[in-house]
């Protein structure tokens, strides 16, 4: 399995943007599909977006549909997210996970991160 550390996160006013990167190790990681998750206090673990392992295909959750990019550098074995427009609502826990193959639901992914924080003021 591939090991996965978060960072970018951070305390932003509304409106504001962040940019979230997923730094991968010990697997060769174009063999993977990506995606980042969102965990806020007393809710369930939520796709975010993904991406296939070239980067040929992204999908994002409607909540962030328009307001968030994802991206990945394989020579560099990370994964971006990009988010705009931020919203309290968007405040969360954020993963990065990867699996052989793109998909929402977060059962399916066997590697994570340790998730960065990001909280968004109003």
């Known amino acids: 399995q591939v090991q996965l550390v978060e960072s970018g996160g951070g305390l932003v006013q509304a409106g504001e943007s962040l940019r979230l990167s997923c730094a991968a190790s010990?697997?060769?990681?174009?063999?993977?599909?990506t995606a980042w998750f969102r965990q806020a206090p007393g809710k369930e673990r939520e796709f975010v977006a993904g991406?296939?392992?070239?980067?040929?295909?992204?999908t994002y959750a409607t909540s962030m549909k328009g307001r968030s990019t994802i991206s990945r550098d394989n020579a560099k074995n990370t994964v971006y997210l990009r988010m705009n427009s931020l919203k309290a609502e968007d405040t969360a826990v954020y993963y990065c996970?990867?699996?052989?193959?793109?998909?929402?639901?977060?059962?399916?992914?066997?590697?994570w991160g340790q998730g960065t924080q990001v909280t968004v003021s109003s």
């Open positions: 991406i296939s392992r070239y980067g040929g295909t992204t």
């Open positions: 010990g697997g060769s990681f174009s063999n993977y599909a």
């Open positions: 996970a990867a699996a052989s193959r793109l998909l929402t639901s977060p059962e399916r992914y066997d590697s």
